[in-house]
């Protein structure tokens, strides 16, 4: 059974950092593919950061304008999400999901990571709140 445990959020000032972390219990193929998703209060569940942990592939949201950045720790078997210069319409619930799920209509990874149906495990969330 995988488990994902996430950590690192908190309150902070915009224009500030966090960095999340992702810690991998219980490791199979299928968990070579991870993401980052975020769901703000009335809102959907928002894929953010993606990354083939395998081949080192990594994918982000256009939104995001460059300032959050998906890395691994292979011995640690935790996946992060540096994220800098947050503003406040970043505050909302992170999670961490892993392990691929195909569908009808499935291409390749690197097509379908923003959707939340691509994944198999997900963490139970770590909240990160921005104050203007």
């Known amino acids: 059974q995988v488990q994902l445990v996430e950590s690192g959020g908190g309150s902070v000032q915009a224009g500030g950092s966090l960095r999340l972390s992702c810690a991998t219990f219980?490791?199979?193929?299928?968990?070579?593919?991870m993401g980052w998703f975020r769901q703000a209060p009335g809102k959907e569940r928002e894929g953010i950061a993606a990354m083939n942990t395998a081949g080192g592939s990594t994918y982000y949201a256009d939104s995001l304008e460059g300032r959050f950045t998906i890395s691994q720790d292979n011995a640690k078997n935790t996946l992060y999400l540096q994220m800098n210069s947050l503003k406040p319409e970043d505050t909302a619930m992170y999670y961490c999901?892993?392990?691929?799920?195909?569908?009808?209509?499935?291409?390749?990874?690197?097509?379908?990571?923003?959707?939340?149906?691509?994944?198999?495990?997900w963490g139970q969330g770590t909240q990160v709140t921005v104050s203007s």
């Open positions: 219980g490791y199979t193929y299928n968990t070579n593919y």
């Open positions: 999901a892993a392990g691929l799920r195909t569908y009808a209509g499935w291409r390749t990874f690197g097509d379908s990571w923003y959707e939340a149906r691509s994944y198999v495990y």
